[in-house]
T-cell receptor, first 113, second 114 residues
Framework: GNSVTQMEGPVTLSEEAFLTINCTYT??????LFWYVQYPGEGLQLLLK?????DKGSNKGFEATYRKETTSFHLEKGSVQVSDSAVYFCALNFQGGSEKLVFGKGTKLTVNP | GAVVSQHPSWVICKSGTSVKIECRSLDFQATTMFWYRQFPKQSLMLMAT?????????EQGVEKDKFLINHASLTLSTLTVTSAHPEDSSFYIC??????????FGDGTRLSIL
């Protein structure tokens, strides 16, 4: 079946540190890949996405590259801010199919000033 | 941008009562809506997919008589938790999408059953 595995948190960083959150997937076929962010008490917001191999999604200083050879979609940011504190979810779906999103378990990030 | 409104944001009720949660797309026609459940410190679990005007498709293990979903219009879907019990306490999140659009999520509803 289709699944997403992401690194377990929590992750605690100081402001301006480099961030990596690992995400790997298992899927039949070639899914679209997403990173969502959930701020405390809120729903999910799409952070970035990539729809095919070697695509790089980027937004608000975050980026992730769709690596088919390693079935990975790691999230990175060069310099985190306190306002980046949130839970980050990696997800996949198949466009044109049922379009259900399959989520990883989420990684909680805390950035300290 | 596309906005999805979910109401209420927080509800506390007694065991045995039924609770209705609304999900509205405010500025687009949502041909498909999804209902997710999120347990504390865990991921989102898809409960069901509903298409406007047709019956919802439930995921395996989700009781359709327990979690009633209605998607009667292109802007509104409702989830009713019938005869709720403490184990139904959770964070419920809806998402909506129009044709050829990604999913847009509501802010979630925290349900606490006493």
């Amino acid at each position: 079946g289709n699944s997403v595995t992401q690194m377990e948190g929590p992750v605690t960083l100081s402001e301006e540190a480099f961030l990596t959150i690992n995400c790997t997937y298992t899927a039949t076929g070639y899914p679209s890949l997403f990173w969502y962010v959930q701020y405390p008490g809120e729903g999910l917001q799409l952070l970035l996405k990539a729809t095919k191999a070697d695509d790089k999604g980027s937004n608000k200083g975050f980026e992730a590259t769709y690596r088919k050879e390693t079935t990975s979609f790691h999230l990175e940011k060069g310099s985190v801010q306190v306002s980046d504190s949130a839970v980050y979810f990696c997800a996949l779906n198949f466009q044109g199919g049922s379009e259900k999103l399959v989520f990883g378990k989420g990684t909680k990030l805390t950035v300290n000033p | 941008g596309a906005v999805v409104s979910q109401h209420p944001s927080w509800v506390i009720c007694k065991s045995g009562t039924s609770v209705k949660i609304e999900c509205r797309s405010l500025d687009f026609q949502a041909t498909t809506m999804f209902w997710y459940r999120q347990f504390p410190k865990q991921s989102l679990m898809l409960m069901a997919t509903s298409n406007e005007g047709s019956k919802a498709t439930y995921e395996q293990g989700v009781e359709k008589d327990k979690f009633l979903i209605n998607h009667a219009s292109l802007t509104l879907s409702t989830l009713t938790v019938t005869s709720a019990h403490p184990e139904d306490s959770s964070f419920y999140i809806c998402s909506a999408r129009g044709p050829n659009q990604p999913q847009h999520f509501g802010d979630g509803t925290r349900l606490s059953i006493l």
